[in-house]
T-cell receptor, first 113, second 112 residues
Framework: GENVEQHPSTLSVQEGDSAVIKCTYS??????FPWYKQELGKRPQLIID?????GEKKDQRIAVTLNKTAKHFSLHITETQPEDSAVYFC????????????FGKGTHLIIQP | NAGVTQTPKFRVLKTGQSMTLLCAQD?????MYWYRQDPGMGLRLIHY???????AKGEVPDGYNVSRLKKQNFLLGLESAAPSQTSVYFC???????????FGSGTRLTVV
């Protein structure tokens, strides 16, 4: 099955700086890569996703890049703000996608004032 | 439009007891999923369903059973609870593969 590795497990950045979270996947047939944000005690919420026919996608301060050859994808957050503090999860959909998402173990992003 | 609703929100069980977690969605989604979330482990798929009357095993199915008798409901059962099943359980749904999930608010289960 699919295996998703996520790094780092904890990331502390100064407010206003950029944050980058990286994930690798094992199944070359995976073709959908969402990112979720989970605030303490809340449910995960989709913040951005990318499909395998696209190399990069942006939504305001958030961007995701995908390198299919290397089987890795990354989340980039620019001009970080206190409300960006949360746990971020990457995920991949192996094969046809009907078998559900495989998640990374999460990155705790801490924004220092 | 409530989205995905999970009941109960909290529960404490004694070892060996049984219980059922209910997930209900009002978005007419075909696909529904049960995940468990443990510290440092991310979200791991327990069981999933690709439509009414269907179920399939995920990554960590042992000790759990599921049923999807109606399209809008996906039930997760624990027949004989064990302390290792202490976790936060999330239900999720989507209308088709390769679309983002809508998650429920979670059920915090403690088995003592």
């Amino acid at each position: 099955g699919e295996n998703v590795e996520q790094h780092p497990s904890t990331l502390s950045v100064q407010e206003g700086d950029s944050a980058v979270i990286k994930c690798t996947y094992s199944d070359s047939a995976s073709n959908y890569f969402p990112w979720y944000k989970q605030e303490l005690g809340k449910r995960p919420q989709l913040i951005i996703d990318i499909r395998s026919n696209v190399g990069e996608k942006k939504d305001q301060r958030i961007a995701v890049t995908l390198n299919k050859t290397a089987k890795h994808f990354s989340l980039h957050i620019t001009e970080t703000q206190p409300e960006d503090s949360a746990v971020y999860f990457c995920a991949a959909t192996p094969g046809g996608g009907a078998d559900g998402l495989t998640f990374g173990k999460g990155t705790h992003l801490i924004i220092q004032p | 439009n409530a989205g995905v609703t999970q009941t109960p929100k909290f529960r404490v069980l004694k070892t060996g007891q049984s219980m059922t977690l209910l997930c209900a969605q009002d978005m007419n989604h075909e696909y529904m999923y049960w995940y468990r979330q443990d510290p440092g482990m991310g979200l791991r798929l327990i069981h999933y369903s690709v439509g009414e009357g269907t179920t399939a095993k995920g990554e960590v199915p042992d000790g759990y059973n599921v049923s999807r008798l109606k399209k809008q409901n996906f039930l997760l059962g624990l027949e004989s609870a064990a302390p290792s099943q202490t976790s936060v359980y999330f239900c999720a749904s989507n209308p088709q593969p390769r679309l983002g999930y809508t998650f429920g608010s979670g059920t915090r289960l403690t088995v003592v």
